[in-house]
């Protein structure tokens, strides 16, 4: 598995009840997953426990083989060095894109690869073309972030996360700052990326795009309380909450 999570407890000091309760779920390697659920369900605070964001108190994060305890249940040292590893087979593509206005498309792809990696400039420029050309922008390379649509952006970031050959590619709700009619862009995006291996895992409330994925993760309070392919999932749920959050997305 790629990525495993294991009773994952995450309690916010004050609150009467904990965020994630013993949430566990597994994902292949390779697979296209959507994390869905209401607003409070725990999906940010998840995808922050597996970036290392935020300490979890209980239970596991094994991310290709790099396991991450809770503070319960490991020193900080231990904690520390497991991130460390497993931060090296992670990637998140942000909600806003973040990319750097004052870099060329090939920089923002670059910029990490020389300076954390410290790959020579020549091979760093090499592989974000490659990657870019693989992404359908072979022809916005050298171009500015503001002159560029939002879609276009979107695949930069993708792009520059995917330069790290990351393991695991995390997404906080991809299409949140798009127009809706470049969802099927950002869909293609996606599964382009699948053809590569890696495993995704896309935080969204969208119901088009997480119909187009290979599997569907529902959190309620806390807890994953169904999962399976999208046709089981969204098609005929068998939870009352999946149901009623599908009733709410129609």
Same mark, same amino acid.
């Given at each position: 598995m790629t990525l495993k999570v294991t009773g994952v407890v995450?309690?916010?000091?004050?609150?009467?009840?904990?965020?994630?309760?013993?949430?566990?779920f597994d994902l292949p390697e390779g697979t296209l997953t959507a994390l869905l659920g209401k607003s409070g369900a725990g999906k940010s605070t998840l995808l922050r426990c597996v970036m290392g964001l935020e300490p979890f108190e209980k239970g596991t994060i094994e991310i290709d083989g790099v396991v991450i305890r809770g503070t319960t249940e490991s020193t900080a040292a231990e904690r520390h060095l497991a991130l460390a590893r497993a931060r090296e087979r992670l990637g998140l593509v942000f909600q806003n894109f973040e990319l750097f206005p004052h870099l060329s498309v090939i920089d923002n792809c670059t910029l990490? $690869?020389?300076? /954390?990696?410290r790959q020579p400039e020549a091979a760093a420029k090499a592989k974000a073309r490659e990657v870019l050309v693989q992404l359908g922008l072979e022809h916005r390379i050298d171009v500015w972030p503001e002159q560029l649509s939002g879609g276009q952006k979107q695949r930069v970031a993708i792009a520059r996360a995917l330069c790290m050959e990351?393991?695991?590619?995390l997404y906080d709700e991809p299409t949140s700052a798009l127009?809706?009619?470049?969802k099927a862009e950002v869909l293609q995006? $996606?599964?382009? /990326?699948?053809?590569?291996?890696?495993?995704?895992?896309?935080?969204?409330?969208?119901?088009?795009?997480a119909k187009g994925m290979e599997y569907v993760c529902v959190l309620d309070h806390g807890q994953v309380i169904e999962a399976g392919p999208p046709a089981q999932v969204l098609g005929a749920p068998s939870h009352e909450s999946t149901r009623e959050l599908l009733k709410h997305w129609q």
């Open positions: 995450r309690h916010y000091p004050g609150n009467p009840e904990p965020t994630l309760k013993e949430l566990s990490a $690869l020389i300076k /954390v990696k990351p393991r695991v590619l127009d809706p009619s470049l995006t $996606l599964q382009r /990326v699948d053809a590569t291996g890696v495993t995704q895992v896309v935080v969204t409330h969208d119901i088009f795009l």
